[in-house]
């Protein structure tokens, strides 16, 4: 069966310090990969998507950037953070062989002072 | 573009009583698919149930169940027989099926509370 796994599960950063989250699937190949953020009390932005390895395609400009050294592997960076990037962050994956369901990881806190 | 609302911010309930949480969408697409999400305390997103808008039956799971009327581009979700897990946020999504880059919409969520 499918799982995905993202960590940290909660980080605190000080503004202006890099951010590094990273989303493993594992049991499927090729997976479409997602991050999202949820400010807190509010719903889900679609933050990057990925259909393949290196290939990003990025939903909303910001400070953050999204990157898939591998098939399964989808990272979330930043080079300095800033205290808007505070939010709960979703790594999903959907299975690209008929798949039309989206799952999500276990989310990681981020908090930044 | 796509848009999903969710016209009630919080809801109680009883336990073991049923509730119907409410969820309305735009688009002009005539085929997608549609989504309620759980979202604990524990704030992992669950998928709950998924139903195909070329499909005219409602989808169940349990004791979920949907009331999916296209026409009206409505998406109800009914909890029967709630139980104190059923806590949660619960998030209405949509998603436009092609090739590719399927997204998720998001509506803006139903705090949930089963009362003991």
């Known amino acids: 069966s499918q799982t995905i796994h993202q960590w940290p599960a909660t980080l605190v950063q000080p503004v202006g310090s890099p951010l590094s989250l990273e989303c493993t699937v594992e049991g499927t190949s090729n997976p479409n990969l997602y991050w999202y953020r949820q400010a807190a009390g509010r719903g889900l932005q679609l933050l990057f998507y990925?259909?393949?390895?290196?290939?990003i395609s990025s939903e909303v400009p910001q400070n953050l950037s999204a990157s898939r050294p591998q098939d399964r592997q989808f990272i979330l960076s930043s080079k300095k953070l800033l205290l808007s990037d505070s939010g709960f962050y979703l790594c999903a994956w959907r299975d690209r062989e008929g798949g039309n369901t989206i799952y999500f990881g276990e989310g990681s806190w981020l908090t930044v002072v | 573009a796509q848009t999903v609302t969710q016209s009630q911010p919080e809801m109680s309930v009883q336990e073991a009583e049923t509730v119907t949480l409410s969820c309305t969408y735009d688009t002009s697409e005539s085929n997608y698919y549609l989504f309620w999400y759980k979202q604990p305390p524990s704030r992992q997103m669950i998928l709950v149930i998924r139903q195909e808008a070329y499909k005219q039956q409602n989808a169940t799971e349990n004791r979920f169940s949907v009331n999916f009327q296209k026409a009206a581009k409505s998406f109800s979700l009914k909890i029967s027989d709630s139980q104190l897990g059923d806590t949660a946020m619960y998030f209405c999504a949509f998603m436009k099926p092609f090739f590719g880059n399927e997204k998720l919409t998001f509506g803006t969520g139903t705090r949930l509370t089963i009362i003991p």
């Open positions: 990925s259909v393949g390895i290196g290939q």
